[in-house]
Every structure is written in C-alpha cells, then in structure tokens.
C-alpha cells in the first residue's frame, strides 16, 4: 500500500482484497439470527397455524395484527423467545470479539494471510479484546447518558420558547453532535484495537492511551472518513427499504427474504471499510520505526612489515684431494 494514499482509499482497498471475511461474518450473523429466533417463530406457528389472525398475514405485514397477536393470552408469554434471543445476541457478541482479531491481523498483512495465523491472531487477542470491549462499553455507555441527558434538558428550554422553529433546530443539532462524538470515542478504540493486534500489545492501557492520542492529533481526517462510511450504510439502507417496497410484491416471501438479506449483506461492507481504515491510519502513522543502527566498519590495522633474517650461510663442501 501507498504510504500517502488517502484512509478512504487505503480503507478500501483492504477489503476489497479480504472479501471473504465479509461472507463469513454474514453467515456467521444468519446463523446465530435462524437460532435466536427459532423459539418466538415456533410460538408463532402453534399459534397461527389455528388462528384466522394468520391469514391478514399471509399477503403483507399488518402491525396492527402483530400486536393484537402478542395480546391473544391463547398466544403465550414471550419471555423464552425473548431470552433464546438475548443468549444469541450475546454469542454473536463473543463471536465478534474472537473473530476480529484475525481480521485486523489479516487487513494488516501484505498477503493473503494464512488461516492457521489467522486463528492464532484470534486465539492470541481474545482476553485483550473483550478487555477493551468492556471499557469502551463503560466509556460510551457513560458519555452517551450525559449527552441524551443534556439533549433532553436543552430541548425542554426549546420548547418553552416563543420561537417555533427552535425546538427542531435544537433537536437536529443535538443528535448531530451525539453522533459526531459517539463516532469519536468509535475511531478511539477502533485504533485501540487494531494497535493491540498489529503491535501484539499485551497491555491493553497502552494501546487505549495511544488510540486517545492519535484521535485527538487526526480528529478531523478520521472523522471525516468514518463519516463518509456512515453516509454510504445510510444509502444502502435507504435503497434496500426503497427497493423492497418497490418491486417485492406483498405476498412475495421469497422477494422480501432476497432483498432484505442483500441489503445486510451490502451493511456490512462500511463497517468493514471502518476497519480498514483503522488499519490503514494504523500503518501509515501508529507503527514505530525500528532504529537502525548506522554501519560503521571497522578500524582496519595497518599490516605490520617484519624485516627477514638474512638466510644462513651454508659452506660449500671442500674440494677433494687428489691422491699421491
């Protein structure tokens, strides 16, 4: 990747080489979505199996036969579906948390990365992230009250205002900043995350105070990329319902299961877009330069120059004598 590609683009480009992990965590989410809600479409069936009340279903959806539903004391509590759901929100919730890691790890890698390192990666950050998914929660959970707080008291001041068009004002300004902040504690710990999975950074402390820093330094090119993504979940949504009333007919089960499921599948790609960027702002600013040490040769000693001892002198043999 580029070092000075924009976060958007290096984002993108992320998931566009990772698509799979968008599939997987899709079926990942249907599965867990057909169990959760097994035990109310049970509940359902005995009852409207032998209900009139099912056939001002059978062509569209009628809220006002659902509640009317719910009312019939024949219909049943639904305190076990509503469990049955809660437990598989909650697993899909330790799911992510045991997934993500590998997902961050496989973003990060300039290859197509493994599956044995990608499992290890989620093994290896399991405990780190629902530490950090435990304090995120404490720290939006606590500025998101005191926001909605201060939003209800400001909208009673508007309303008690002779101006009528202030109240509206108010509100829209106020949900504008809720969700600017909330989006900005997101990029926090969003980066708190992706510095735990490519530093390998086992205290999660460190990884949340460098996360805050480099929110606060790049407030505005974060924010504005997060944004950006959100505005694209926001078009596909809209196009999804649009086209859902459009072309699927009432009583079209098949058409309103196809349009719904592509458009959640279609969710899912800003939000793994988010996660490239992360990852993208993680590498090109978050990563520390290895030091590298100048190479200095060494002193090369001069070679040292022994005068020769001169060679011994051998004595000739002497001439022999003749004889007499």
Known sequence: MNGNESLLSGGWGRVAHNK?????????????????????????????????????????????????????????????????????ALLFFFATALFLPGVLQGYGATYRLPREDFFRACGRNLWRFIRLMIVAGIVMGAVAAALFGLHGVLERKAAESTNELLLPEVRFAGLAVIFL??????????????????????????SIGKGFRHTWRNLGRLLGSYVVTTIVAAIVLVAGLWAWMKFVPPASVGGAIFVSQLTLLLLLIPRFWQRGVAVSYYLQNMVEPIAVQPFTPAPVAPPVVTESAPAPVIPGTPPETQGA
Do not use: K
């Open 20 to 88: 799979r992990y968008i599939i997987w965590f899709y079926v990942l989410n249907l599965v867990l979505a057909c169990l959760g809600a097994a035990s109310f479409s049970n509940q359902a069936h005995d009852f409207l199996d032998h209900s009139l009340l099912s056939e001002r279903l059978v062509h569209g959806f009628d809220v006002g036969v659902l509640i009317e539903m719910f009312a019939r004391p024949e219909f049943g509590p639904t305190l076990a579906a509503r469990v049955a759901g809660l437990h598989f």
């Open 181 to 206: 902040v909330m989006t900005a504690l997101r990029i926090w710990f969003d980066l708190a995350q992706t510095d735990v999975v490519l530093s390998n950074q086992r205290a999660v402390r460190r």
